[in-house]
């Protein structure tokens, strides 16, 4: 196996898990750490003894690294990723990847002329309840996905609307591209790709210029329906994915630390109907973010594609797009 000299930009919450999560392999070792707070960049950097700037370019263009992890505010996210494809690095690029359509296509091209593998950080398709569920769903025979409900959300914290995820010229947007971009991720996972989306958006509570509140209805090609809901409102951080088959249903709970255990219940129809059998399980431990750097390193082995890829992180931005547009139009779904 090659060895992996990796640098980080963006040295925040995402960029820290990214470090750790770099640990648990001997093949990958964390050269460069960078961010635009420098204070931030050398903390990092002490705790796991590498390299640190605030300048990207000393990452993306640094001939001993030869892939990048970019985990910075929505808006440098692109930019930053096409530096590092352009500079002949593999990339694993934080959702959703950029603030729009016209961006994220900027890093699909430099990903076709790269030869380089990219990767759309999509770390909740590794949690285990969601790894277990597609276990469920091939192996228990209980028919397709008929429709999902799913919720995300958290109440953030006093000065939340001062943060960058307030700022649309930094984010990009408000709750529908961040945790509604996860969301949506999981459906498409579960669905397949959407055929049409709608959607409305709201700003509640924060007193910001981006919505704290989305509400989507997505349909897939084959008639399946998702409702999703993600919230920037949800005074206790939650997160809950139904997924309803023919003859089964998975309840997911929790995703760790703050959110609650991470737990899936499921329910197995019997031929004649009545109370279902149930089926529980839990995790004490999210190891989501090394399973997936684990998958990205062996699409770049294996040469194959991603589990999470650029094409799902572009699926997913065409459907926040459609909804922040139906907004602008004035139509009744898009944010008003």
């Known amino acids: 196996m090659a060895q992996y000299n990796v640098g980080i930009v963006g040295c925040g919450l995402m960029g820290g898990r990214r470090a750790a999560a770099l640990e648990k392999f001997s093949h990958s070792k964390l050269v460069k750490v960078c961010d635009t707070n420098i204070e931030k960049a050398k903390q990092l950097a002490e705790k796991y003894s ?11 263009a640094d001939s001993g690294i030869n892939l990048v992890i970019v985990a910075t505010v929505s808006s440098s996210l692109a930019p930053i990723a096409v530096a590092a494809l352009n500079s002949k690095k593999h990339v694993l690029v934080e959702k959703p990847c950029a603030v729009n359509p016209a961006e994220l296509k900027k890093v699909i091209e ?18 285990p309840a969601i790894i277990k569920a597609k276990e469920i769903i091939r192996n228990e025979n209980i028919g ?20 960058w995820r307030a700022s649309r010229q930094q984010a990009g947007g408000g709750e529908l591209l961040d945790q509604g971009s996860h969301l949506i991720d999981l459906a498409r996972y579960f669905m397949g790709d959407v055929a049409d989306a709608a959607g409305f958006t709201n700003t509640f509570f924060w007193s910001m210029e981006v ?4 509400f989507l ?6 008639n399946q329906v998702a409702q999703l ?9 939650r997160f809950t994915f139904d997924i309803m088959c023919k ?3 998975i309840s997911i709970d929790g995703l760790g630390r703050s959110y609650g255990r991470e737990s899936l219940t499921f329910y197995k129809m019997k031929p004649g109907m009545g109370v279902p059998d149930k089926f529980e399980y ?17 699409s770049i082995e294996s040469d194959r594609e991603p589990n999470g890829s650029i094409h799902d992180a572009h699926e997913a931005m065409l459907i926040v797009s459609k909804v922040y547009e139906g907004g602008k139009n004035g139509n009744i779904f898009g944010h008003r």
């Open 110 to 127: 430099a990903h076709k002329q790269s030869g380089q593998k990219l990767k759309a950080g999509f770390n909740h398709r590794f949690h």
């Open 247 to 249: 003859t089964g249903q």
């Open 211 to 214: 919505e704290d509140n989305c």
């Open 144 to 163: 397709d996905v008929m429709f999902i409900r799913g919720r995300y959300g958290h109440g953030g914290r006093p000065g939340y609307e001062k943060e």
């Open 50 to 60: 590498c390299g640190f700037t605030a300048d990207s370019k000393e990452v993306t």
């Open 282 to 298: 839990s995790w004490d431990e999210d190891d989501s973010f090394e399973k997936e750097y684990a998958d990205f390193i062996g």
């Open 229 to 237: 809901h993600a919230s920037w409102t949800e005074w206790k951080n």
């Open 217 to 222: 209805l997505l349909r897939s090609g084959k």
